[in-house]
Structures are given as C-alpha cells and as structure tokens.
T-cell receptor
Framework: GAGVSQTPSNKVTEKGKYVELRCDPISGHTALYWYRQSLGQGPEFLIY????????DSGLPNDRFFAVRPEGSVSTLKIQRTERGDSAVYLCASSFIGTTEAFFGQGTRLTVV | GENVGLHLPTLSVQEGDNSIINCAYS??????FIWYKQESGKGPQFIIDIRSNMDKRQGQRVTVLLNKTVKHLSLQIAATQPGDSAVYFCAENSRGGGADGLTFGKGTHLIIQP
C-alpha cells in the first residue's frame, strides 16, 4: 500500500501477557519511529530507527519495551509483562532520513485488562 | 493558547473564517517546529514545519509564524472548511531535521461551525 500500515488495529490483552505490534513503513523510507498516544494527549516518542539499528531509544519507558527492525523495513514493537498503564494507541511513522515530514499509520489501540 | 505543557482544548470557528491556533514552547534549543493534524481514529498528518532560523512559512491555506523571543508558534488556516475539523498538535524537535524525539503538545480541537 501507499501508506504506513500497522497491525493489528486493535489488541486486547490480559495484564502480564506479552504482545507484539507490527509496522510496515512506506517503501524506501529508512527512518522509522514509534510513538504512543494516551487518550486526550499528544503522541509521546518511544524509539527511532535508521535502517536496521535503533538510533535513539531514549523514549522507551522501561526494559519491558523493546523494538526491532531486522531487515530495515518492517518493525515490531514488543511489550513484555503488560500493565494496565500500557493501554494506549501505539503509532508508527516513517520518513526519509533528516526530514520532519513523517507519515504516521493509523495506530494499534492496545487495551490491557 | 497551547503550550507543549498547557492546552486550549477547543476552538470553534465559522466555516469560511480564518482560524488561528497558538502554541507556546519551552525548549529554546528546539530547531524545528511542526504542525500536525489528527482526525478521529487516524494517525497525525504532517501539515507544515518551520526551522528556528525562520519566522514565517506559508503553505496551501496555512501559515506558520514563529516568535522565538517569546517562544510562541501559531498556525493560521485561511477560509476554514468542514474538512479542517480535527485536533491540531504542535511539536518541537531539538535533534536536527528529522522526526526523531518530537515533543508534542496536548492538542487543540478545531471545530468548524456551518
């Protein structure tokens, strides 16, 4: 497709479970970003990839959160031992390196019950 | 106005009028400022950005003004249309020209009255 694709669109999980969220960026975009957005708030930065490597993971809240991008395209955000406070919309964006014009996907709404 | 800190929750304007959405920022080291539009159930959509060495930039029906003296940013939308109804976020970046580590404000909900 032409845009950033995120799957699943919705995920409900039980507290303590492990989840994986997937992002397919726009073809050719080497920069990929994960943000999360709580209700009524602006997005909050999590991690930034240049190609396969995490260039900036300073936004990851703790070691339960991890993300990979093994081939420099698709990325997976992994959350271990989920907590109710992890409930949010997880947004993925991609862009060419060095541009502020990042294109966001529709997000994955994660609900931890 | 909105602060990357405080926010003005809702702005209601008549269709066809001009809208002005304000944003105050606190990080004097920020070198890029970006406006995003977010419609319900969708991800943010880039509108326009401005570098810290500029004070005005124009796009299609939109103008962004930057006042570094008072750390204030505004987005002007000319001749607002129903499709402009959305939440608007300002974001700042102190890490160069990318979208890495953007700090977003809480957003202003723009409502267009018919």
């Amino acid at each position: 497709g032409a845009g950033v694709s995120q799957t699943p669109s919705n995920k409900v999980t039980e507290k303590g479970k492990y989840v994986e969220l997937r992002c397919d960026p726009i073809s050719g975009h080497t920069a990929l970003y994960w943000y999360r957005q709580s209700l009524g708030q602006g997005p909050e930065f999590l991690i930034y990839f240049q190609g396969t490597g995490a260039a900036d993971d300073s936004g990851l809240p703790n070691d339960r959160f991890f993300a990979v991008r093994p081939e420099g395209s698709v990325s997976t955000l992994k959350i271990q031992r989920t907590e109710r406070g992890d409930s949010a919309v997880y947004l993925c964006a991609s862009s060419f390196i060095g541009t502020t014009e990042a294109f966001f996907g529709q997000g994955t709404r994660l609900t931890v019950v | 106005g909105e602060n990357v800190g405080l926010h003005l929750p809702t702005l209601s304007v008549q269709e066809g009028d001009n809208s002005i959405i304000n944003c105050a920022y606190s990080n004097s080291a920020s070198d890029y400022f970006i406006w995003y539009k977010q419609e319900s159930g969708k991800g943010p959509q880039f509108i326009i950005d401005i570098r810290s060495n500029m004070d005005k930039r124009q796009g299609q029906r939109v103008t962004v003004l930057l006042n570094k003296t008072v750390k204030h940013l505004s987005l002007q939308i000319a001749a607002t249309q129903p499709g402009d109804s959305a939440v608007y976020f300002c974001a700042e970046n102190s890490r160069g020209g990318g979208a890495d580590g953007l700090t977003f404000g809480k957003g202003t909900h723009l409502i267009i009255q018919p």
